[in-house]
């Protein structure tokens, strides 16, 4: 199976689960990767979401708990945009 790179040119409206908008992904020096995970697993993660500050989408959660575990284990992922 080929995946092939699709380019748009127009303003995209991310919203979460519950339908608020929420923020795009950095734009800059990031690959989209689509992962599968188990019904167990998202709900954890929508249970941990509810349970946090804030209304994050399910992307942007899955984002913070592997960059905590990252710098835990002493990688450096900080985002720096010049």
Do not use: W
């Not at 979460?16 to 950095?26: I, V, W």
């Not at 954890?44 to 349970?51: G, N, P, S, V, Y």
């Amino acid at each position: 199976m080929i995946f092939l790179p699709v380019v748009c040119n127009c303003d995209i409206n991310i919203t979460n689960k519950t339908g608020n908008r929420t923020l795009a992904p950095p734009k800059r020096d990031t690959t989209g990767v689509l992962v599968r995970l188990h019904a167990n697993t998202l709900s954890a993660i929508d249970d941990l979401i509810e349970k946090g500050e804030g209304d994050l989408s399910r992307p942007e959660m899955i984002r913070r708990l592997l960059k905590e575990t990252l710098r835990q284990q002493g990688y450096d992922v900080r985002e720096i945009v010049e």
